[in-house]
């Protein structure tokens, strides 16, 4: 470099999706942190939309009802990793958007095709406007929000780790409730018929049945920078 400079890594685009409780938000928000990269959660912009459609009495078994005030809410999501935040309306829903209430709605919601051109519009400009690259996760990020992204991942769990980790989670949840609960979810997300979970073609399928969290994040960050270094 002429001035000296030392020279900047091109922005990296890398997508993460798989189903419910396979550890998406826990291994983007380390890797993104590691890596320098900003964050985003999409999952929790369909849970804010859809606590806005029950906050505000949209019948969510009526999907007329729901397209018709899609693009009513103004939500915004800040892309920090190590400090994420979700606002409606400048309203924080960072813990209204986790109630039983909303889990249980957001696969109707989110199954509307004009709540997924709202959501998928906004996740592209917020990823183009990263400046060093983003992780971003969710269900049909590297089909259809960010089909060119620079690396693909695609994680599993078996249903039973799924469940015992959610359980963990969610203190004196039943697990074999936990576990029908997103099995139930996961049905609903991949048989919609706009954009459904699915793994891109492209995709590395990453099976974290037997993986701790941390040998996940070493092997998403090796995968980064294998496509960084042009491997
Ligand atoms: N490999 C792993 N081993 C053990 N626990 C894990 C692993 N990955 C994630 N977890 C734990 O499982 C729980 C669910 O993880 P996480 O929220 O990251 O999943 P997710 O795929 O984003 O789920 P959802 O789509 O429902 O938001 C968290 O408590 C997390 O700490
Ligand atoms: N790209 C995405 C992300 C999420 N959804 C929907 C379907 C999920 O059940 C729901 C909540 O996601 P979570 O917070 O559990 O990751 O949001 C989607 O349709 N597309």
């Known amino acids: 470099m002429e001035n000296g400079a030392a020279p900047t890594a091109p922005a990296v685009i890398v997508a993460i999706d798989g189903p419910s409780g396979t550890g998406k938000s826990s291994t983007s928000k380390a890797v993104a942190a590691q890596l320098g990269l900003s964050y985003l959660d999409t999952g929790a912009q369909y849970r804010a939309i859809t606590w806005w459609m029950v906050t505000n009495g949209i019948d969510t078994d009526d999907p007329h009802e729901i397209a018709a005030a899609a693009g009513k809410p103004e939500i915004v999501s800040g892309t920090d990793p190590a400090a994420p935040t979700i606002t409606v309306d400048g309203t924080d829903v960072a813990g209204p958007i986790r109630t039983q209430e909303v889990t249980a709605k957001v696969s109707a919601v989110s199954a509307v095709p004009e709540v997924r051109t709202r959501i998928t519009e906004l996740q592209r400009t917020i990823a183009a406007?990263?400046?060093?690259?983003?992780?971003?996760?969710?269900?049909?990020?590297?089909?259809?929000?960010?089909?060119?992204?620079?690396?693909?991942?695609?994680?599993?769990?078996?249903?039973?780790?799924?469940?015992?980790?959610?359980?963990?989670?969610?203190?004196?949840?039943?697990?074999?409730?936990?576990?029908?609960?997103?099995?139930?979810?996961?049905a609903a997300d991949s048989s919609r018929k706009t954009s459904p979970l699915a793994k891109a073609e492209d995709a590395v399928e990453v099976d974290t049945t037997d993986l701790t969290l941390e040998q996940v994040i070493e092997c998403v960050v090796t995968l980064v920078e294998e496509k960084r270094a042009g491997k």
């Not at 620079?150 to 989670?169: C, M, N, P, V």
């Open 129 to 186: 406007g990263a400046p060093l690259g983003i992780v971003v996760e969710g269900r049909d990020i590297g089909t259809t929000v960010l089909p060119d992204a620079d690396l693909k991942i695609f994680l599993t769990a078996s249903a039973e780790a799924r469940a015992a980790r959610r359980s963990g989670e969610l203190k004196g949840a039943d697990v074999n409730v936990t576990r029908e609960a997103l099995i139930k979810r996961d």
